[in-house]
């Protein structure tokens, strides 16, 4: 095994942190050895935290209309051949009445940045969900928006909000984001979130256009500092209609690199690094890595440490319009009335499905005070 490695490994699973040229060392290394090291050391961190439970959280998708441009993303202002959709108050209830039904106790409602003016129909739904699901937790991804609003929004109901920062390097940022946007004001909404009292998570796509290994070291540390209770971590894959369309997988300073096993050494360096996380395997990392293999991209995801996945609840009509990136996995084990499938798939790995809120340990919060 590459020499100095596996002490790497011994060391972040006793110290649960590394220096930066540590973490550059390990993502670097192209040892299988290595990688099944470290996967094997954060699966038995979750399991010795979780056990073989898998949280499970039902995704709605309530609207596609975004007012942000960000290069990568399918659902960007720019792209006219979105139809545009937006769920209304009623329709999302429905979901979650599905969704309760089959056993999801977290309910994400996720969508494009919607104007302001949205801000009282969100509020309205959160207070809705809360008062009919007073059992249930709500989570928030809805980007990037005013304190008072995420205020209101905490005040209705929901406790938990993800927020990718997607890159933590400035420069890295504006090119995959048009000129209005900035890290700066990304990593502020992220810290008053927090500091309003969500449980918070943010995330980076593996992978994305003139991502460098020094960017994802930077992504480390500034995580290692921030602290999220959750942490979403998927591989980028191209939209046709945007402007990175031609744009492949892959670092600019390697050899092509296998993307699903460099997605994987994170999931595993987060959970080496924090224990008690809320780590998904994400439909991106099911998206590029299906099922057709086995083990499929979400089963890989939980064998590197994950614990959570997020069937998509959203009405079925309306998922193929929510389209993030080419091919995005919506049926099957990734939908919500896949739950049999998913329950069978995790089973073949020893894994089960568990209708706990899978509140974030650490901290507590409104709802289970
Ligand atoms: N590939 C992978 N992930 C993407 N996202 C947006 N576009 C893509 C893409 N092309 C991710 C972003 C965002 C989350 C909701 O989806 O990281 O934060």
Do not use: W
Request: charged share 25%; proline share 4%.
């Amino acid at each position: 095994m590459a020499h100095g490695m596996e002490r790497l490994i011994t060391k972040l699973r006793n110290e649960r942190r590394l220096e930066a040229e540590e973490y550059r060392a390990l993502l670097v290394c192209d040892d299988g050895e290595v990688s099944r090291k470290l996967q094997k050391a954060a699966r038995e961190t979750a399991l010795a935290r979780f056990g073989n439970r898998i949280y499970i959280r039902g995704l709605i998708e309530i609207t596609n209309i975004c007012r942000n441009d960000c290069l990568y993303c399918g659902i960007r202002k720019s792209n006219r051949k979105t139809e545009r959709y937006a769920l209304d108050k009623a329709e999302i209830l429905e979901c979650c009445r599905t969704g309760y039904g089959l056993g999801f106790r977290t309910f994400v409602l996720q969508g494009g940045e919607m104007p302001e003016h949205s801000d009282r129909m969100i509020e309205d739904v959160c207070k809705a969900i809360h008062a009919e699901f007073p059992d249930c937790a709500i989570t928030l991804s809805l980007g990037e928006r005013r304190a008072e609003s995420y205020e209101r929004f905490f005040k209705a109901g929901a406790t938990r909000y993800l927020l990718r920062h997607e890159t933590h390097n400035p420069e890295h940022y504006s090119l995959l984001h048009p000129a209005e946007m900035s890290l700066e004001h990304r990593l502020q909404c992220l810290d008053t979130l927090k500091g309003i009292g969500y449980q918070t998570g943010t995330g980076i796509m593996v992978g994305s256009p003139f991502q460098t290994f020094g960017n994802i070291v930077e992504d480390i540390m500034y995580i290692s500092d921030f602290r999220p209770e959750m942490i979403g971590i998927g591989p980028f894959i191209p939209h046709k209609d945007t402007p990175f369309a031609g744009y492949g997988t892959g670092l600019v300073d390697s050899l092509p690199v296998d993307i699903i096993g460099l997605t994987l050494k994170l999931i595993s360096i987060f959970r080496l690094m924090f224990p008690d996380a809320l780590i998904p395997a994400t439909t991106a990392l099911a998206t590029l890595a299906p099922d057709t293999a086995l083990p499929g991209g979400r089963e890989l995801g939980i064998l590197s440490g994950a614990n959570v996945v997020m069937p998509n609840l959203s009405p079925a009509g309306v998922r193929h319009r929510y389209s993030l990136y080419d091919n995005k996995a919506s049926t099957g084990a990734e939908a919500a009335e896949g739950l049999a499938k998913l329950e069978a798939s995790l089973k073949r790995i020893g894994y089960r499905i568990t209708i706990d809120r899978g509140d974030f340990s650490g901290r507590l919060t409104r709802q289970s005070l």
